[in-house]
């Protein structure tokens, strides 16, 4: 959602309060049973629309995602009591461009600096609408097509219907034409109730700003209204951007109601009449200022009734706020890399009230959690509440529901994994483990594997305990007769069917009983599995690994 002054969200503020809780568990194991009733006690006509926003001002990354997903399991909730649902989207593409960011995403929605596109394109346009602004990547009309194009893919990847609409093209084709004449029939009215949420509100505001015809750049300067013309008359004045200022031409112009756009404040409520919508979410930052004004403006200028309202928590990523300006981001295609698409739905179907942080270095923690809730809804498990939710909401986060439990590999497990380049080692491997079941068929052992690939990109990506490559040949390497013996005793412990963790204290045992350093032994070990002298824990690895290789190699038979 778009705001007066784009900016990072501090994400350790606590949640501001509400208009009023609609996502409460009183009744539902699912919160968004709970925000369906609401909608429902409103009586609303079929087709129910729920509306989301951006303003399209840098990388279309996870956080655009809230608005979509959110929408997306009440939208779902409302569909299984038969109610005719459409999900739109607005690219709020008429706002002006304020600063550079930093970094831009390109068409795969991989992020790439400045450097790598013609960023003279944006720099040359600071105070133009984001339609009026070439494409960087020189691939679409415009910047805002280019991000409405990512966030639309986004949405597609993970499996949620949306109907993105373009602020521009809704003023283009006279959309707001009604709202915009409404508003400015009565300016006073709504100079006065805006005057309660912002300072600049003085006698001389108007809610309107025009786009100069002479440089292309919206000004707050209107000087004269033609309500039976539908026109404005402007001064092309200086925007002010935090201690930045934008500046205007001085041109004097006249300009029509589809020639400019409503401030924010006005424009979202005015997005609600023109799209019809019953229901919005919105993060927090909005609840204390955009919201509580927006439902002023609705109620009291444009004498309509606002949508029913959901605040969600910002997450964290890696224990800080999302920043494009900071780069601490990540795009939907890149974390798709990691996790299956409904481990994402998963992150976004918890409760949105609730602040979680997405550590990109522990998604096996998120992982384990989505197949612990996805054995609640097939089995049960041992935590009533978990089962309650696993039953609910599982239908909405997965797309197609299976009579059977989907045979998954544990994440680090799928890591380890990874560390093997062969194919058909990796499924012996895992069926020796007893994560794929003897009468698997082709299918489900290739949907099973695929895991791997992603565990390992994570591994490769965080550069943990898991990146490292088991070596198909048996290294040169050379060891005195102390640690070739040690070895040889610790091939003998793995033949006995030892489990990781007890092959890891008999390293140690080992070492000492040959008297060389456990150090010593454990870098014997990796050099002999890894070519390297370092890597995960030996003992757990070696105890994952298929039994005959293991001993093969510690006595450098293969």
């Known amino acids: 959602m778009s705001t007066d002054e784009p900016g990072d969200v501090?994400?350790?503020?606590?949640?501001?309060?509400?208009?009023?809780?609609?996502?409460?568990?009183?009744?539902?194991?699912?919160?968004?049973?709970?925000?369906?009733?609401?909608?429902?006690?409103?009586?609303?006509?079929?087709?129910?629309?729920?509306?989301?926003?951006?303003?399209?001002?840098?990388?279309?990354?996870?956080?655009?995602?809230?608005?979509?997903?959110?929408?997306?399991?009440?939208?779902?909730?409302?569909r299984d009591r038969d109610h005719k649902v459409r999900q739109v989207f607005t690219s709020d593409d008429r706002d002006p461009l304020r600063k550079l960011p930093r970094k831009l995403a390109n068409a795969d929605g991989q992020i790439v600096g400045l450097g790598e596109v013609d960023a003279g394109a944006l720099g040359r346009?600071?105070?133009?609408?984001?339609?009026?602004?070439?494409?960087?990547f020189g691939e679409r009309d415009s910047y805002a097509a280019h991000f409405a194009a990512l966030l639309a893919a986004d949405a597609?990847?993970?499996?949620v219907d949306i109907?993105?609409?373009?602020?521009?093209?809704l003023y283009a084709e006279g959309a707001f034409d009604p709202v915009v004449k409404h508003v400015l029939d009565r300016a006073d009215t709504a100079r006065e109730v805006l005057s309660e949420y912002q300072a600049k509100a003085d006698d001389d505001y108007v809610p309107f700003n025009p786009i100069c015809e002479e440089c292309g750049k919206l000004t707050e300067t209107v000087t004269d209204i033609d309500l039976d013309a539908e026109t404005v008359d402007y001064v092309c004045t200086d925007m002010e951007v935090g201690d930045e200022t934008i500046e205007g031409c001085g041109h004097e112009g006249t300009a029509t109601f589809r020639e400019g756009k409503l401030p924010w404040r006005f424009e979202w409520p005015g997005q609600w009449q023109v799209l019809d919508v019953d229901f919005e979410p919105f993060g927090k930052d909005h609840a204390e200022g955009s919201w509580p004004s927006g439902v002023d403006i609705a109620e009291n200028v444009l004498g309509i009734e606002p949508p029913v309202p959901m605040v969600?928590?910002?997450?964290?990523?890696?224990?800080?706020?999302?920043?494009?300006?900071?780069?601490?981001?990540?795009?939907?295609?890149?974390?798709?890399?990691?996790?299956?698409?409904?481990?994402?739905?998963?992150?976004?179907?918890?409760?949105?009230?609730?602040?979680?942080?997405?550590?990109?270095?522990?998604?096996?923690?998120?992982?384990?959690?989505?197949?612990?809730?996805?054995?609640?809804?097939?089995?049960?498990?041992?935590?009533?509440?978990?089962?309650?939710?696993?039953?609910?909401?599982?239908?909405?986060?997965?797309?197609?529901v299976a009579d059977e439990r989907p045979i998954r590999l544990p994440y680090t497990f799928a890591a380890v994994l990874g560390m093997v380049e062969d194919r058909e080692l990796r499924e012996k491997l895992a069926r020796d483990e007893g994560h794929i079941p003897d009468d698997a068929d082709a299918a489900t052992v290739e949907a099973a594997l695929a895991r791997v690939e992603q565990a390992r990109t994570w591994a490769e990506r965080m550069d943990n305990a898991y990146n490292y490559r088991l070596?198909?040949?048996?290294?040169?390497?050379?060891?005195?007769?102390?640690?070739?013996?040690?070895?040889?005793?610790?091939?003998?412990?793995?033949?006995?069917?030892?489990?990781?963790?007890?092959?890891?204290?008999?390293i140690?045992?080992?070492?000492?009983?040959?008297?060389?350093?456990?150090?010593?032994?454990?870098?014997?070990?990796?050099?002999?599995?890894?070519?390297?002298?370092?890597?995960?824990?030996?003992?757990?690895?070696?105890?994952?690994?298929?039994?005959?290789?293991?001993?093969?190699?510690?006595?450098?038979?293969r």
């Open 508 to 557: 140690y045992d080992t070492a000492r009983e040959h008297d060389i350093e456990p150090g010593d032994l454990f870098e014997a070990g990796y050099r002999l599995f890894f070519d390297e002298t370092q890597g995960p824990r030996l003992g757990e690895f070696l105890g994952d690994l298929e039994q005959e290789f293991v001993v093969g190699r510690l006595r450098r038979e």
């Open 163 to 169: 109907e993105m609409y373009s602020n521009t093209a």
């Open 10 to 78: 501090d994400a350790d503020d606590p949640t501001p309060a509400t208009a009023h809780d609609t996502a409460t568990d009183d009744h539902h194991d699912f919160w968004a049973e709970g925000v369906a009733d609401e909608i429902e006690q409103r009586d609303p006509d079929d087709p129910i629309v729920i509306k989301g926003g951006v303003s399209p001002s840098g990388v279309a990354h996870l956080g655009n995602v809230n608005e979509i997903m959110r929408g997306y399991f009440v939208a779902e909730a409302l």
């Open 312 to 400: 969600y928590e910002w997450f964290t990523l890696n224990g800080e706020a999302l920043s494009s300006s900071a780069g601490n981001i990540v795009t939907v295609p890149e974390l798709l890399e990691l996790l299956e698409p409904e481990v994402i739905r998963y992150f976004f179907a918890l409760h949105p009230k609730k602040a979680r942080d997405l550590d990109l270095s522990r998604l096996d923690q998120l992982v384990d959690d989505f197949d612990r809730f996805e054995e609640a809804y097939y089995a049960g498990v041992d935590d009533e509440s978990v089962t309650a939710f696993a039953e609910a909401a599982y239908p909405y986060v997965v797309d197609d």
């Open 471 to 506: 070596q198909a040949d048996l290294p040169d390497t050379e060891f005195d007769d102390a640690t070739s013996d040690a070895l040889g005793a610790l091939a003998d412990v793995v033949a006995a069917g030892h489990d990781g963790e007890t092959i890891q204290s008999e």
């Open 156 to 159: 597609e990847r993970l499996g």
């Open 125 to 136: 346009n600071l105070g133009k609408p984001y339609t009026d602004i070439p494409d960087p």
